[in-house]
């Protein structure tokens, strides 16, 4: 096939991969910001509000909130297998430092049950993890513009020096963290409120707020940032301007939601229409590249049988996951009993 839907085969596959990293970008930061609440509320001697919710919420999603992560990074290398070549030696040091802090944050899950949740380390490690994992895995948005990786006598050189120094890095990083806060406030707000927990509710809510103007101030910075460091994909940005608009208009629905106190489930639905159209904003004015200047999804695409095979496979997987996070969401995350901490 040489065009699904009149869609050219490789767009659609980039386009499945960026489904797969947004689900994953709203389900991680819940439940790393979840992670980082856990431990500021129990620094705070609020953890008796919170954190019996939190846990309630964690305990049976913590598994799955990889899985998204694991389908884009496979599907990035099998639809693009340039990808492993140029992005294999620049992400040796970030790729290691999360998955060390991944195993660490896994440990807690599975040591939670012998007290871990009692353990101030444990509980300092499972915050501090919260906000490390997000920024670690953004060096990868900041990787992809260019300037960092070049390649010299058929070797890839990573510059890992320009790579800290630089600007647009930090402010990737910055967006990464109060994004996460923001998201995970948001949508725990809205499960505070479905269990008629109000304690939790008024102190989650507080943070849902105080997460608001520090993400837009984020944004902005990333903005100007990148404005210096790529013209060209700044540029193709003001091309796509009506998606960011998008995106600033649901986030102010969101948080005059929020702010009375109203319809935090519709709130939450703006956050993520506001991190959609933003996220979908960035990737669509990236394109074609998928690393700048070396990888474009025309050029570094697999072969047309290998690229459909992909396709439906990763269609198939999509339509497994679905269903089973919704049946996860309606027999533990939402039911009745379990939301209010009632049992199953």
Known sequence: MSQWLGIHPEVFGISILWLFLYGYLIVASIDFGAGFYSYYCKLKKKDHITNGLIHRYLSPVWE?????????????????????????????IPGSLALVLLVIRGSFYAFSRYGARESSLYMFLYGSTGLLIPASLSTVLTISQGGFIEEQN????FKAKELLLNPYSWSVVLLAIVSVLFISASFLTYYARKAQDQPAERVLRGFALSWSVPTILASIFVFLSLRQHSPWHFESIVELAWMFGASLFFFSIAVGLLWSKA???????????????AFYGYGASHLPYILYPYITIQDSVTNPQMLDALILAFLAGLMLLLPSLYLLVRLFLFNARYVKGSGS
């Open 154 to 157: 058929g070797l890839i050189v």
């Open 64 to 92: 799955v909130t990889n899985v998204f992560l694991i389908f884009f990074m496979v599907g990035l290398i099998g639809f693009f297998p340039d990808t492993a070549y140029y992005y294999g030696t620049a992400l040796l």
């Open 263 to 277: 319809a935090y489930g519709c709130a939450f639905l703006c956050v993520m229409c506001q991190f959609g159209f």
